[in-house]
């Protein structure tokens, strides 16, 4: 079964039931616990990774295909540090295999083999929702993908990244693969 989304009418993202399973008794990560959650799509078909080492303020980025993306992309590129980084492609050079970024380029250096993604739109934070119980799943976050969110068409493939901060050094990523369903 693949999961789906539909085109133009809002589609709710959740995740239930967010436990700290280390705790002793185990806790619900939840707002007052210091938790926090949100989510990005990205288009699918435009991922690549670094294919050299890259420097801080670096406007020119060698990649493995420069094929499926387009002048005013917004990449999401994965820094060394961590952290990431969103910058406007201005640029392309597909048989140089090279992505120009917006000034002041990269924010720290960026390794050999690095993700690049293009994101849709921006984050989008999911509230906390039900009554946190242990053991019981009709509680967590929701967030909602708009019928009006940039950049989605039907028919893509998207990938959506829920990123659970259950604060206390907690962190969940959670990917999901959807396809955009026309249907109604």
């Known amino acids: 079964m693949s999961v789906r989304i539909k085109y133009k009418s809002d589609n709710f993202i959740e995740l239930n039931g967010t436990v700290d399973e280390g705790a002793i008794p185990r806790t ?50 994965e820094l060394d540090s961590g952290s990431y980084d969103t910058l406007a492609v201005t640029e392309l050079d597909v048989e140089a295999k090279t992505i120009t970024v917006e000034a002041p380029g990269l924010a720290t250096l960026a390794s050999k083999s690095a993700r690049l993604s293009v994101l849709l739109g921006s984050s989008v934070n999911m509230p906390e929702y039900g009554t946190p119980i242990v053991g019981k799943f009709d509680w967590g976050w929701r967030g909602v993908v708009t019928d009006t969110h940039v950049g989605l068409r039907v028919g893509m493939k998207l990938r959506i990244e829920i ?22």
Do not use: P
């Not at 659970?164 to 249907?183: C, H, P, W, Y």
């Open 28 to 77: 619900a990560i939840t707002v007052a616990s210091g938790g926090s959650c949100l989510f990005r799509l990205f288009d699918d078909r435009k991922d690549t990774r670094l294919s050299a080492d890259e420097a801080s303020g670096q406007t020119i980025l060698s990649v493995d295909n420069a094929r499926n993306f387009e002048v005013d992309d917004e990449l999401y590129i």
């Open 163 to 184: 990123e659970l901060d259950g604060g206390a050094n907690l962190q969940l990523r959670e990917i999901l693969s959807v396809f955009v369903d026309g249907g109604t």
